[in-house]
């Protein structure tokens, strides 16, 4: 158990309190002690002295001289004594009692002239011997001084042994009684003390707890002490209240603690999905970042088109004047090489017979070149034409299109414009119209452009189609008039189909899958608008993976009321 | 001597039978049983001076054991009842009280030591109306030998007075005139230094310098502080009055400290106890500590065998091989062969039994004084009379002077071997 302060407190109490009662009683006794003893031994060593002096007066000056010191010995054995010894008439030691020799300071010892001073005069003083102690010489004068005199050493050491041993019972005694009071202090103060330190451990305890795994008010330990009627059973009351205090609340902590860990994993998983969303959207950031991009770019390239389309259109108009007088004017050397043969044969036989045989070949062949002029001189009208109906910037005019013409110019326009850009290029064209589709009413140019279009992706997919390489590329378009006041129109290539991903974005503007530079990803889009938005048709696409891909434009065919003459100018 | 520890073995069971014996005997043969004579003698038993009343004791034992062995004196056995005071005053009181009152001595004999003795002689004087005389002490001081106790004691063996004297006179003679002197912190000492200084006062002479011992110093005790305290005075001779084991002490440490001079015991010392020491030491330390030596005795030689009395001491010793008395504290003690201190035991025994013949069956005590005080020229076989008298309670006044030759003591004859 750790050491009562109280108990400690109560014991330096104890030691001081003991330590003064005994240096007082001490250091009185020592006094008095050391008083009494020096007269008392003074008084002893006088009577010696006395009683010596008394009886050798004739034995010095009669007898041998070791009756005397027989007479000395004998004292010499009283406690307290430290020599004795006797001086003759003469001056000289005839009996002592010392080993190995009489020391010096008691040699020269002062002989006095005892008659001089008074008779029978005691004579004390102090003697210390050089290694042989303290002495109170007592000197008495045998027969007056005339026959010497006796001195008798009070040995200084023996008063202090005495003093020292008296001190030291006393001592004893007071330490007997300091423990006996210590005992009894350690008893009442275990009293004390033990229900504190047991408070003390405890409330160390506690301090020292970490409360991580609870905390319960110890009722074990603070139940008995609490039951104390005094100061003591308060303080442990107030403690075990305390403490049940202190464990609710923390129990409440630790409620709220968990709660606020348990929020915090929450928040933790809140950020996490908030990153990884803005990440997300971070990806489509740069996602749309490039794809702005590539709309610029696309948006640079239609200016550069449109600058093109108006360079077209104007080129096309003067090419179709020039164009008109070549077919006209072929029809009309073609009317006229006729007109030449009628004549020729009506008046054949004036002409020399070589020349009149070949006359009629040349003009067979003059008329089948003017016929040539004139067919390919049509083409050329209809291409300048196409090309005029396809870069005309201006608002279109919804009127009755014959929508299996502007199909069949559209796929050929396309197959042609592949065919300039590559040589090599090659599918096959399979037409199949219904007669029933006829006329509706649209916008021609518009529909031109998204027909175009989507011939042009058909053309570009059937060329470049690679699941199937043992074909050859091919592209189906059919019109169809069900009877429901639309007509429909398919344009299918047998391609690589669209993937699933691709084909949920096909109409999205600026989305393509054509390297960069070769699209601009408005196409589809472009298309969508037209045929949904501007004519308020359908335009759905079926595709399967590896084997086709079907664009299925569906019409009305009178134009829908409240629909928008042009809803958009993608020009 | 080595014939010696098998002899006593012998002994041994002889001298038992013999004690129980004598225990045994009153009341069995109460009628014819002589009452033994009870001669009470308290001396150094135990302690460092005990081979002083075990070879005293022992060589009065010699002359008893014969005496009684041809049927005692007047028909009674001589007993010597021991009593071991250790060399100490006290228990001499006690064991003399003790022997009066309880042990009805006829008469105190032999006593060992001047401290014992002089406080024992009070006693005398209180014993007086018994008529209570102690014999012979083993001591040479003089209160013994002066009034007011001169009365009740006998002595037989020259005083220290005689044998410093005689130590002083025969220093002086070969010019060794700085006498120090080691001695006995107690009244034996005081006698001998009393002695000495009257000695040298008959030379216009000083003490030199003094220093004394602790009264049952043992022999393992360094005097060396006693040497330097006397060697400092650069005297020509030392006289110790001591006890062997310190003498032989004090001799052994000047003799390391590399002193040669001249070391002079009184016949107290017990001779052989110190000779014995000394050869000891010699031979573990391979020095010579015995040749500067010189103890006065006050007894003759007892290798003197031209004397009767050395002859008979010879004789009884080998035919009785005395033991020590049971109070005797033998440990490492090797019993002594022949020796000073025996011989004066057995002179002592030899006068103390002419004393009982003289009563001559009659032994009332206060006869006693009037019988000794009668002896006149009594030879005893050492070539000197004894006498008693009314005023003469000393009866030898020789002293004979031993130095050491190839381990033994042998009489000085020539005391120019001392000159300086």
Known sequence: MKRSGLLTRVLIGEVILFAAIGLVTSGLAAYTLSTRLSSEFLSKGTAIATSIANASDELILTRDASTIQSLVDQFRQIRGVGYVFVIDGDGTIVSHTFVPAVPAELQAIERPKWTDNGADQIRRQDIRVKGGGDYIDVAAPVLAGVAGSVHVGMDRGVIRADITSAILTQLLVLVGIFVVAVAVAGVVVGRISRPLSALTAHANEVAGKSFESGFDADESTLGPLAKGRDEIGELARAFLAMERVVASNISRLRQLAGELAHYNETLEATVAARTSELQEKNVALQTTLEELKQAQEQMVRQEKMASLGALTAGIAHEIKNPLNFVNNFADLSHELAGELREDLELEGTTLNPKIAGDVPDILDQLQVNLSKIKEHGVRADGIVRSMLLHSRGNAGQRQATDINALARDAVNLAYHGMRALDSNFQVGLDFDFDPAAGQIDAVPQDLMRAFLNIANNACYAAYHRKERADGVGRLTIRTRAPGDGTIELRIRDNGDGIPDEVRARVFEPFFTTKPAGQGTGLGLSICHDIIVEQHRGRLSVETVRGSYTEFIIVLPIAAVPGGPNRSKNVH | ?420
């Open chain 2, 1 to 420: 001597m080595t014939t010696w520890p098998r002899r006593t073995r012998l002994a041994a069971p002889l001298t038992i039978l013999t004690g129980l014996a004598l225990l045994a005997g009153p009341p069995v043969r109460a009628a014819i049983a002589p009452e033994p004579i009870v001669l009470a003698m308290s001396a150094a038993f135990s302690g460092p001076s005990r081979g002083l009343g075990i070879e005293l004791y022992r060589g009065s034992l010699a002359y008893f054991a014969e005496v009684n062995a041809q049927g005692g004196v007047s028909g009674r056995p001589i007993v010597v009842k021991t009593y071991d005071d250790g060399y100490n005053p006290a228990p001499a009181i006690y064991n003399t009280i003790k022997a009066v009152e309880q042990d009805r001595a006829f008469l105190l004999f032999n006593y060992v030591g001047t401290p014992t003795v002089t406080r024992v002689l009070p006693l005398l004087k209180r014993y007086a109306s018994r008529s209570m005389y102690l014999f012979f002490p083993f001591t040479g001081a003089q209160p013994q030998r002066e009034p007011p106790y001169d009365g009740e004691v006998f002595n037989l063996r020259a005083s220290y007075r005689d044998e410093t004297y005689a130590l002083v006179d025969h220093f002086a003679a070969v010019g060794r005139k700085k006498i120090a002197i080691l001695y006995q912190a107690d009244a034996y000492g005081r006698s001998g230094w009393d002695g000495i200084r009257r000695a040298l006062k008959a030379h216009q002479l000083t003490l030199a310098a003094e220093a004394t011992y602790a009264r049952g110093t043992p022999y393992e005790t360094h005097l060396t502080e006693q040497v330097e305290i006397l060697r400092r005075a650069e005297p020509d001779a030392v006289i110790a009055i001591g006890a062997y084991a310190a003498c032989a002490a004090f001799v052994r440490d000047a003799v390391n400290a590399g002193w040669k001079i001249p070391i002079a015991n009184v016949s107290f010392v017990g001779s052989q106890n110190m000779l014995n020491l000394l050869v000891a030491e010699e031979r573990s330390a391979k020095r010579d500590y015995t040749s500067m030596l010189v103890n006065s005795q006050v007894v003759p030689s007892y290798e003197d065998q031209t004397l009767p009395a050395v002859v008979e001491y010879r004789t009884l010793m080998q035919r009785h091989a005395p033991k020590a008395p049971a109070v005797a504290d033998l440990t490492d003690y090797p019993l002594l062969d022949l020796n000073y201190v025996g011989f004066e035991g057995f002179l002592n025994a030899k006068v103390i039994v002419e004393v009982l013949r003289r009563m001559k069956g009659d032994f009332d005590p206060a006869r006693i004084k009037s019988v000794v005080e009668s002896i006149h020229d009594l030879d005893v076989g050492i070539n000197a009379p004894i006498s008693f008298g009314p005023n003469r309670h000393q009866a030898l006044q020789y002293v004979y002077f031993a130095g050491v030759e190839r381990g033994r003591w042998v009489p000085v004859v020539d005391w120019e071997r001392w000159a300086k």
